[in-house]
């Protein structure tokens, strides 16, 4: 028999999007759940190895406000993130990012407590089965690995980052080719590191003759070599393994899993010997979950283009804003191609908006957007902002009494400069 649930707002996927949409939701009166499959909130900022977060900053200074601001100080007073501004790309110096570096189990703990403190009622280990859409609200069923539940609420949103709940709802999206899907990386940890070498040779001339050296050696299996001191300690993480697959193909993830961690040992004795600091440090932790870059995405109510980002489009409906750069991890050259953009650029309401549904939005990266703009919005703090404003969207939508795609853009606008600036 299943379990009977009653809420406003369902989330389903509880990374960083759907978290900050669930905090923000709950935090504004809304009773609010999180369906989540793994054990933790962060999704791939917790759980991918990932230890920084790119375009936390604009012209070196912190660009977001709101929740996303208030985890973020919470972080650096903790003494476990501080910002680092015009980081140059391995990949390309050229290219200068202001980031957030972090430790991503403090993250865990920090995101959790912010959750359960604005009264989020979480369900870790469950996973999605069913969805519908109905006149007055949503059904959702789904099970953990004890029990079945059904859910009933008035809103949904979709925090997958792949729109699996969207699927489920009948809702239209677009997945790119297996041949064209972005580079997937899995990352590691190394400990015991001398931060101060490590540092003097990520600035030099040297650390682009290494990674010359690691491609054509076949050590290396793409034109990069990003470190990335994790604060509070004396560890780093390596961004450096490359694999190619279907995602949505179990077998073909296995082996893309696989080819990936096959790499680790190699390349680990490669930059212990070749980069200095790393003399006497060790692998300390492989992430558990690979880091896919690429996502479905929903055909929504307005697909963004990367004119609309080249262009700063400010539209009547704007939730949300970014400054990453188009970023392609090219499956066929194993480089990373590069379109600066020129400043702060932004993100409409109705890109959440699916085609033909009426009371769910789409939180994460799966939101309406062409595939070079995509390469653009898909980074972290981005879809944190994306994910609050979803929120904020559906206590509106609640308060008002009505479906999500009803909600005027000049209403949604000054409410969520209301929430922002309040």
């Known amino acids: 028999m299943k379990k009977q649930y009653a809420f406003d707002l369902v989330v ?3 990374g960083t999007a759907g978290a900050f949409s669930a905090i923000a939701a709950a935090r504004s009166g809304v009773r609010t759940a999180v369906v989540e499959k793994n054990s933790y909130l962060g999704g791939m900022a917790t759980g991918s190895g990932l230890t920084e977060m790119n375009a936390a900053g604009f012209q070196s200074a912190p660009l977001y406000q709101g929740i996303e601001k208030e985890l973020f100080d ?11 501004f015009a980081v140059p790309m391995s990949s390309n110096p050229d290219v200068k990012i202001d980031r957030l570096r972090y430790n991503p189990e403090m993250l865990k703990v920090l995101l959790e407590e912010k959750a359960v403190e604005s009264g989020v009622t979480l369900f870790y280990d469950t996973e999605l089965d069913t969805a519908r859409e109905e006149e007055n609200g949503c059904v959702l069923t789904a099970h953990s690995p004890y029990e079945e539940m059904e859910f009933s609420c008035r809103y949904l949103i979709d925090g997958t980052g792949n729109a699996d709940l969207i699927r489920k709802l009948g809702g239209e999206t677009i997945k790119t080719e297996a041949e064209n899907q972005l580079v997937a990386t899995l990352m590691f940890r190394i400990s015991h590191v001398d931060l101060e070498k490590l540092d003097a040779f990520i600035h030099s001339a040297d650390l682009k003759a290494a990674i010359a050296e ?8 793409g034109k990069i070599l990003a470190f990335t001191p994790i604060p509070g300690s004396q560890d780093v993480s390596l961004n450096v393994t490359r694999a190619k697959f279907d995602y949505e193909d179990a077998e073909a993830t296995s082996a893309g899993l696989v080819e990936a961690r096959s790499q680790i040992l190699p390349v680990f004795e490669f930059v212990k010997k070749r980069v200095p600091g790393l003399e006497e440090s060790y692998i300390s ?3 558990p979950m690979i880091g896919v870059r690429d996502g479905r995405r929903i055909q929504a109510r307005y697909m963004l283009t990367l004119e609309d980002l080249d262009q700063m489009v400010s539209f009547p409906d704007d939730i949300a804003c970014g400054c990453y750069p188009m970023d392609i991890h090219d ?18 309401y109705r890109s959440l908006q699916p085609v ?24 972290m703090p981005i879809m944190m902002n994306v994910g609050e404003s979803a929120g904020y969207a559906v206590a509106l939508a609640l308060r008002e009494g009505k479906k999500l795609d009803e909600l005027a853009a000049e209403e949604l606008t000054a409410y969520l400069k209301e929430k922002y600036n309040g």
């Open 214 to 221: 690691g491609y054509e050696s076949g050590i290396l299996k």
């Open 356 to 379: 033909g549904l009426h009371r769910v939005l789409a939180a994460g990266k799966c939101l309406g957007a062409e595939k070079k703009a995509f390469a653009a919005i898909r980074v």
């Open 74 to 84: 919470a972080m650096i007073e903790a003494g476990c993130a501080e910002y680092h």
């Open 285 to 287: 932790n492989i992430a």
């Open 331 to 348: 499956p066929v050259t194993n480089s990373v191609i590069w379109k600066i953009l020129p400043g702060v650029y932004h993100i409409p």
């Open 12 to 14: 389903v996927g509880g």
